[in-house]
């Protein structure tokens, strides 16, 4: 069952430009996301992939309302997300966040804040919750003897595993995770996702991951969405789109990643430009068009969408030259 | 990549300690590395295994409670290590130059980029105001900014992550150093700047010769970029020699098992691999090897002897590693192989030195 | 010790004595306006920051007209509009500290409320009273210690300002500024009476201000009490 689908999902802030500009009718806002499309199935690993500015972050943010979205439809488990009180929400969708260091509260131990969300979602009866935060600990790899213990005892990657058993501790159908692991040493970020993937399993969730970084992404999913600018602009299965990849963004993109091997002699595409602010975008044309290497006139002001990639559904691209 | 010329900076057994309350934090522990003129040397290693910590000290940045406690770094005939401040401060932004990895918290926010670049020749040169505004313009042109009239006029903070990065290398490049030390330039950037960056490097440095340390925990970077690298690992260099033997035939299991837990995007396997365990303390090194509880090939003279510099593929392949006996050891001022310096034992600095000195030139002499 | 004759004065406002019971009267006095500004302060100052915007807006509008107006003043508004007796003195000195406690903990709770378990708390569904609560609260405590210890101080001086104008405590009970109020008539004949609940305020107010400023080095700059040894 399609457990996330996602369509048409915008979200725009507003700039703050000054009592003229907005009598002018110029009000200026940031495009963080511009109509996206995708689908989560259960027990699916999903990524969103793209630099900074890309609005991967901010569509998952209003793809689960913890930001209202400013235009778009979201089904949850084919029910329209809006019609899910936000404690069920919570309960079947969790997050865990970037800032390893900061993600549990300094002033409760780490059993509490474990016992806590199980309490407050009733998911197990009084007497067993003292049990599912030991099993749930044991799973993320921390020893339950620690429970009592405050966050201040604990290395960065620990509280990361932590937070992912306090995610887990409310039974959720749908893991979201947005860059957990940045920052870490390499071996630490190995350990984690290892298990992260393992715990994916075990408990048949569906994960939707938001990095920056192509190696971690093409392990960790089975489909995977690249954003520029507020657009998926390439869209499908992950291995046929790291093969292959399409869109100029993406072909850039695996190209200007260094691959641990001198042996390979490759030409980098190296792109123009800066990555620009989504802000003042046409909402005309491709958005990638100023430092497109195969940008043409047509590019600025035709109808872009995802198309299926020579009739292959299950690789789609947003380039009216594929 | 390049043909490297003459060695240009020369580390041998540098060792840099920070004193607390509690004893001494072994930062760096005897490392040796050899820069030439034009090379680009990649250092890698995780957090904790010494990185900055040796571009600190090449720099003579390191401040109370650290101090260098043994070895020398040898630079154009002169020991960095023994220099006093304002000789250092002569060398700094003018031979030797540094770029961090944050360029907006390297540049003043409160001056133009244009002052902040004139300041650095105003500094170290004695050139009419006019010469160093054009310089500016040429330094910032060479930079691939476009407009450098009208940008050299704009603030750090009107410039993106990848433009105020190159503000800073133009910068460090000022003066014509021989050797820039850059520390994790790139990490803060995206994919696509990373790569414009890059191979801007790369077209600098043949076209100025500048020799270049580079500090980063990306392998990609090191094996596109770097000619030779420094693997480090809790403040030892285990391993160093030409980029692709080591990458076809790492002398170090921890080199091994490093490069074997780097994710690739070319990768096709479906597991991250790890090495388990995690850093040694480096308040508490382990006797002997400092890898030894997490190396899959440790013996038990690892854990008794502390490995020395072995040569294993001419005296340019570098790697500190007990299966490696046998090998030739490499030259260097800190004592004989078979001392385990324990953490009350540090060697008195000046008797090493006094000992170590004869070794050292001679070994040089030999090179020349 | 000196007695007075006069026939207004009790027993216990005659003599230089700063017993032990005034003592207690006049802490507990503070204490309890303390508490008042605390419980209110901390209430208001947490929903302003948690919830920002509007509700925000009302209660910081609401507490400036508090603070615009001069607080010793304000609170011999409210004491003569209310009835002269102690209770009324200390809601008034309690109403007048309240807006510093208030924007205290809304600074704390503004900045808390980015904080990624907060927000970690929200992801997890919780309602707005248990992350106020729980996971708020707990984080803002130095600062809402720091200030509640030194306004101890203030409040005594307050209160013994107001006992001193009449408005405060009323005879027979004493409180030392109730003290110095009934001692002030008797300054040229005898300054002793006067003198000594003086010096009582004072050293309480220098005492608690030294216990806040303590506490201020410990809980906020995280200062140990030993010397770090450096070799």
């Known amino acids: 069952m399609t ?75 084919g029910h329209d997300i809006a019609s899910y009180s936000k404690k069920k929400l919570r309960s079947e969708a969790q997050l865990i966040y970037q800032d390893q260091q900061d993600t549990l509260n300094p002033k409760m131990s780490v059993g509490e804040a474990i016992a806590e969300a199980i309490r407050f979602h009733d998911v197990v009866p009084e007497e067993r919750v003292d049990e599912r935060v030991d099993d749930l600990l044991n799973r993320v790899g921390i020893a339950p003897g620690d429970k009592r213990q405050k966050p201040s005892a604990f290395s960065g990657g620990q509280k990361q595993r932590i937070a992912i058993a306090r995610a887990l501790a409310v039974d959720p159908s749908l893991l979201v995770a947005d860059e957990p692991v940045s920052g870490l040493d390499v071996s630490v970020q190995a350990q984690i996702l290892n298990r992260l993937m393992d715990l994916q399993e075990e408990f048949g969730l569906a994960l939707v991951y938001v990095t920056h ?66 802000i003042d975008i046409d909402e005309v044309g491709c958005h990638f068009a100023p430092r497109c290497p195969e940008a043409s006139e047509e590019c600025t002001t035709s109808e872009m969408g995802l198309e299926p990639f020579e009739g292959d559904s299950s690789h789609q691209v947003d380039c009216i030259y594929r | 990549m390049n043909a490297h010329g003459d060695p240009l900076l020369d580390i041998d057994g540098i060792s840099t300690h920070f004193q607390t309350a509690s004893g001494a934090v072994k930062a760096l522990d005897d490392n040796s590395l050899t820069v030439h003129e034009g090379e680009i040397v990649g250092i890698v290693g995780e957090s904790g295994s010494g990185k900055s910590t040796l571009l600190r000290t090449i720099m003579g940045l390191i401040e109370e409670p650290g101090e260098v406690v043994n070895g020398s770094i040898e630079y154009r005939g002169r020991d960095l290590t023994t220099l006093s401040d304002e000789e250092l401060r002569q060398l700094r932004g003018n031979d030797i130059s540094l770029i961090f990895q944050e360029p907006t918290s390297h540049l003043n926010p409160a001056y133009t980029v244009g002052d902040q670049i004139t300041d650095v020749l105003k500094a170290h040169t004695e050139m009419e105001e006019v010469e160093r505004w054009e310089r500016t313009y040429e330094l910032l042109d060479l930079l691939d900014i476009p407009s450098p009239e009208d940008r050299a006029e704009s603030y750090p903070h009107e410039f993106s992550g990848g433009m105020a990065q190159r503000v800073c290398i133009a910068m460090a490049l000022a003066c014509q150093p021989d050797l820039l030390l850059a520390d994790e330039p790139t990490s803060a950037l995206d994919v696509t700047i990373q790569a414009q960056i890059l191979d801007l490097l790369q077209e600098l440095q043949d076209e100025l010769g500048v020799a270049i340390v580079w ?35 790492p002398k170090h299991p921890y080199t091994e098992a490093l490069l074997d837990t780097v994710p690739s995007h070319t990768d096709e396997g479906d597991r991250f691999d790890t090495i388990e365990g995690s850093p040694p303390d480096l308040q508490n090194l382990p006797q002997g090897c400092v890898f030894q509880e997490r190396c899959p090939k ?23 590693c007990l299966l490696h006996d046998g090998q030739p050891t490499h030259p260097s001022s800190t004592s004989a192989p078979e001392t385990d310096l324990s953490i009350d034992e540090a060697p008195n600095r000046d008797e090493t030195t006094s000992d170590g000195g004869t070794v050292v030139d001679e070994a040089l002499e030999g090179k020349r | 010790m000196y007695d007075s004759p006069s026939p207004h004065a009790s027993p216990a406002h005659t003599t230089a004595s700063v017993t032990p019971r ?5 802490l507990a006095i503070a204490a309890v306006v303390v508490t008042l500004e605390t419980l209110i302060g901390v209430s208001l100052g947490l929903v302003a920051g948690y919830y920002k915007g509007r509700v925000d807006e009302s209660i910081m509008r609401l507490l400036d007209v508090v603070v615009s107006i001069p607080p010793l003043l304000l609170a011999m508004v409210i004491v003569t509009t209310l009835g002269i007796n102690i209770w009324n003195a200390m809601l008034a000195i309690g109403i007048v500290y309240i807006p510093m406690m208030s924007r205290t903990v809304r600074s704390s709770a503004l900045s808390i409320r980015e904080e990624t378990y907060v927000q970690a708390a929200e992801g997890l569904g919780y309602d707005s009273k248990r992350v106020m609560g729980k996971h708020i609260l707990p984080n803002a405590v130095p600062p809402i210690v720091v200030l509640g210890t030194t306004d101890v101080a203030y409040a005594l001086i307050d209160v013994a300002t107001l006992s001193f104008l009449g408005l405060g405590i009323q005879p027979p009970k004493a409180s030392w500024g109730a003290m110095a109020n009934a001692a002030q008539g008797y300054i040229l004949v005898t300054p002793w009476p006067i003198v000594f609940p003086t010096i009582a305020i004072a050293i309480a107010v220098l005492g608690f201000n030294l216990l806040g400023m303590g506490l201020r080095e410990v809980l906020i700059y995280g200062s140990d009490f030993e010397e770090e040894v450096v070799e």
Request: proline share 5%.
């Open chain 1, 213 to 278: 970084n192509l190696g971690i992404a093409r392990k960790i999913s089975d489909k995977i969405g690249v954003m520029y600018l507020g657009n998926i602009v390439e869209y499908g299965d992950v291995d046929e789109i790291f093969q292959n990849p399409q869109h100029p963004y993406t072909q850039a993109l695996l190209s200007a990643n260094p691959v641990p091997d001198p042996s390979i002699d490759r030409d980098r595409i190296v792109l123009e430009g800066s990555i620009p602010d989504p």
């Open chain 2, 215 to 249: 500090v980063t925990h990306d392998m990609g970077v090191v094996a596109e970029t770097c000619d030779t690298m420094g693997v480090m690992y809790a403040g030892n260099i285990v391993e160093y020699g030409d980029v692709d033997d080591i990458f076809a035939e």
């Open chain 3, 22 to 26: 005034s003592l207690v009267a006049t």
């Open chain 1, 3 to 77: 457990l996330l689908e996602v369509n048409g999902l915008t979200k725009h802030f507003p700039l703050d430009t000054g009592f003229l500009m907005n009598l002018t009718g110029r009000d200026r806002k940031v495009q963080a996301v511009n109509g996206i499309d995708f689908a989560v199935e259960e027990g699916e690993a999903f990524t969103l992939v793209g630099e900074s500015g890309c609005g991967k972050s901010t569509a998952i943010m209003s793809a689960l309302h913890h930001q209202t979205p400013t235009a778009g439809e979201v089904t949850f488990k």
């Open chain 2, 298 to 320: 440790a013996m038990e003279s690892c854990s008794t002897h502390r490995p020395p510099y072995y040569e294993v593929g001419g005296d340019d392949w570098l790697a500190k």
